[in-house]
C-alpha cells in the first residue's frame, strides 16, 4: 500500500531554474530535521535553521535584519506587538528589588506598565520630566538599573534631554533604554548616542500601513540581548509571519515615506499657525517649540513627521473639526500612509486627571496629527475646511 498517494502528505514545492524576487511567507510552526543530532546541534546554535515559530522564524529574522540596518544594531528580535517589545525590554532584565525611571510624557501603555504592573513583580518605578537631567539626576536611587526614554514625546512633542540624561546613565552604570518609535531611525539613532537598548512599535510608521501589529528590540549587550530573547520566547510574544511579511514589505518605503511626510508636517506645521481659531502649533523644529534649541541639536532639521495643535473651544468645536474633514482619519493610531488625527483627550489620556492634563497642555481642543504622504496642498485644504468648521461652531 506504500505507493498509495496520501492527501496527508505534502507536496513538493516546484522547484525550478528560477528564484522568487520576493521574500516568501512561511508560516510553519514546526520544522523537520534530519535526525536528533542535527536538532541537538541547532538547539546549541552551532547548526543554523528554525525548530519551533516561537522561538524564532525566517520573516521575523528578515524583518528584524532589516531594523538591525537602521539602528546600527546587532540580533535585534521581533515581537508581536510594540508593548510586547517593551514589556520584553524591561522584565527580561529587571528583577524584584531593581528600580526603574522613566520619562513622565510615556507612551500611555507604556505608562501603565510603569505605574501598575512592574509594581505587583516588586520592581519598583517613578517618573521624571524628560526635558529636565537634573530631574533625572534627583530621582535616581542606588537600586536604579534603568531608565526607559522616548526621544519625542506624545502627544505634546517635547524634546528629551538625550544627551544631559545619557551622560548621567553612563556615569551611574545605568542602562537606557530608548522607545525610537517617534522619532524613528531616519530621524535618530539611540545606539549612537548611548543608549544600550533601542524599541520600536514596528506598527507604526517603519511598516506603515496600518495593516500589521508588531515590536521591535535589541540590545547591545550579547547577555543583554539573550535575556531579552529567552523571556520574550518564554512568554510567547512571538510575531505572525504574515504580519512581519507585510511589514517587511512595507520597510522598502520606510525612508521614502518618512521623508515625504516630515516634509508634509513642517509644512503643515506652519500653515496651521496661520489659522484662524489656532491657537498653538507644536512642531520640534518650529521656532516657537518650546525645546526648539534642544530639537535642533539633536535632530538637526528632522522634525519628525507628528504635529500637534490646539483650536478655541472644547468638546463641541474638536467635534465639529472632525465631522469637517471626513477624509482625514480620526484614529488614535500613528504612522500610516495616509494622515489620521487623534484627540487625546477622548483617547490617550481619556484616563488622566484633568488636573495633569492641563499641566501638559491637553485640553479639549488638542489634536495630534500623524501626516502622511498625501499632497502638501490637498492636506492644506482639509485642514483649512476642519478647523473653519470647528470654528463655525461659535457664531
Ligand atoms: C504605539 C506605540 C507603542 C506600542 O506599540 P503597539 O505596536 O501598539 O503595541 C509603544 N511606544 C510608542 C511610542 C508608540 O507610539
Redesign the pocket.
Known amino acids: 500500500m506504500s505507493d498509495t498517494p496520501s492527501l496527508i502528505r505534502r507536496t513538493p514545492w516546484p522547484q525550478g531554474a528560477s528564484r522568487p524576487v520576493v521574500t516568501p511567507l512561511q508560516p510553519s510552526v514546526v520544522y523537520a530535521s534530519p535526525d536528533p543530532d542535527t536538532l541537538d546541534a541547532q538547539y546549541l546554535g552551532t547548526n543554523p535553521g528554525f525548530t519551533y515559530a516561537r522561538e524564532g522564524h525566517p520573516n521575523a529574522e528578515v524583518l528584524a535584519a532589516k531594523i538591525d540596518m537602521l539602528e546600527g544594531a546587532e540580533g535585534g528580535i521581533v515581537t508581536g506587538?510594540?508593548?510586547?517589545a517593551?514589556t520584553a525590554a524591561l522584565m527580561g532584565v529587571l528583577s524584584a528589588g531593581d528600580h526603574i525611571l522613566g520619562g513622565d510624557q510615556l507612551?500611555g501603555?507604556?505608562l501603565r506598565l510603569m505605574s501598575q504592573d512592574l509594581n505587583r513583580f516588586g520592581i519598583a518605578t517613578s517618573l521624571a520630566d524628560s526635558t529636565d537631567a537634573r530631574a533625572f539626576a534627583a530621582a535616581i536611587r542606588p537600586e536604579t538599573k534603568m531608565i526607559l526614554l522616548?526621544v519625542v514625546s506624545?502627544p505634546t512633542l517635547r524634546v528629551a534631554d538625550f544627551e544631559g540624561i545619557a551622560a548621567l546613565a553612563r556615569e551611574r552604570g545605568i542602562l537606557l533604554a530608548v522607545?525610537n518609535?517617534?522619532t524613528t531611525p531616519r530621524g535618530f539613532r539611540p545606539f549612537d548616542h548611548g543608549a544600550d537598548i533601542v524599541?520600536h512599535?514596528?506598527?507604526?510608521i517603519l511598516a506603515g500601513h496600518s495593516d500589521a501589529?508588531?515590536?521591535y528590540v535589541a540590545a547591545k549587550d550579547p547577555a543583554l540581548r539573550k535575556a531579552i530573547y529567552d523571556f520574550a520566547v518564554t512568554t510567547g510574544m512571538t510575531a505572525s509571519p504574515f504580519d512581519c511579511w507585510l511589514a517587511e514589505r512595507g520597510i522598502y518605503t520606510f525612508e521614502l515615506r518618512y521623508d515625504r511626510a516630515e516634509a508634509n508636517a513642517a509644512a503643515l506645521a506652519d500653515h496651521l499657525a496661520t489659522l484662524p481659531g489656532v491657537r498653538k502649533v507644536l512642531y520640534p523644529t518650529r521656532a516657537d517649540h518650546p525645546d526648539h534649541n534642544r530639537a535642533v541639536s539633536l535632530l538637526g532639521a528632522r522634525g519628525g513627521h507628528m504635529v500637534s495643535f490646539e483650536i478655541e473651544g472644547g468638546r463641541a468645536q474638536a467635534n465639529a473639526l472632525t465631522r469637517g474633514a471626513p477624509e482625514l482619519a480620526f484614529a488614535p493610531?500613528?504612522g500610516d500612509i495616509g494622515t489620521t488625527v487623534s484627540h487625546p483627550a477622548s483617547s490617550s489620556h481619556r484616563n488622566v486627571p484633568l488636573e495633569a492634563r492641563a499641566a501638559v497642555g491637553i485640553t479639549e481642543g488638542f489634536f495630534r496629527v500623524s501626516v502622511g504622504v498625501e499632497d502638501i496642498e490637498l492636506l492644506k485644504s482639509e485642514f483649512t475646511k476642519a478647523v473653519a468648521a470647528s470654528q463655525a461652531v461659535r457664531a
Do not use: H
Not at 506587538?81 to 510586547?84: D, E, L, P, V
Open positions: 506587538s510594540g508593548m510586547a517593551v507612551y501603555r507604556s522616548e506624545n522607545d518609535t517617534f524599541i512599535s514596528v506598527t507604526k501589529t508588531l515590536g493610531t500613528l
